[in-house]
């Protein structure tokens, strides 16, 4: 039991240090650029990150008896979800549907509008995951479906895209399950999932790889 209880308090420390690093590095990419606008990836990605890492800490915080899950936490945890989920809409946004550019941002409002109502609104944490959850599986389903296509194509080199899938594909894994793995009191499963998927999205979004291959057009 000791072994469980210290793999989940390692892979959601992990997690949680992964992603806070990426926020900064990829805010910081994005502070760089010339023109900058809201709706960038690097700025999506740095806030979905931000908010992972606060979200890991919220969970391990929980399960480890120092804050006490009652509703009221749960809808900040929830709120704090909303910052990886919404950020995610204006990847896919951004990505599929760049003519209708100027309308992003009214459509990321209204999903946002629609995910406080259910914040305010839910009378339990069941029935606010449940209202969630095809938000969130629009996303992830979104993601992987992008991810595989730039993959199969190799449109999105400076990218490792599948990682990107596998991350995604684990991410999608552990947000469905976890209105299940919770009640049966199995909530460090997703933790697990979540730090290895953080691990995977770190590395495709850094890819070394892209580097080396880039020295390696130089010197020839």
Known sequence: MQFVIDLMLLSGLAASFLAAIMALYLIYTWTRQKN???????LLFGI????HATNQTILLLSEYGILAMTLEVFKVRAL?????ALPLVGVLLH???PRIQRYHLRIIGLITL??????FLGTSQEVIMLLHLPIIMIFMGGMVLTFAITWKTGRLKEVRSDLMVFSAGLSFI???????LTAMGLAMVP???????TALATLALVNPWYKV???????S
């Open 174 to 180: 552990g947000q469905t399950g976890m209105v299940t």
């Open 114 to 119: 629609y995910w406080v109502a259910v914040l």
């Open 191 to 197: 933790a697990v999932i979540t730090g290895i998927a």
């Open 95 to 97: 990505i599929w549907l």
């Open 213 to 219: 291959d880039q020295r390696s057009v130089m010197l």
């Open 80 to 84: 704090i979800v909303g910052g990886i």
């Open 48 to 51: 979905v990150f931000v908010a």
């Open 36 to 42: 900058r606008l809201l709706t960038d990836l690097p």
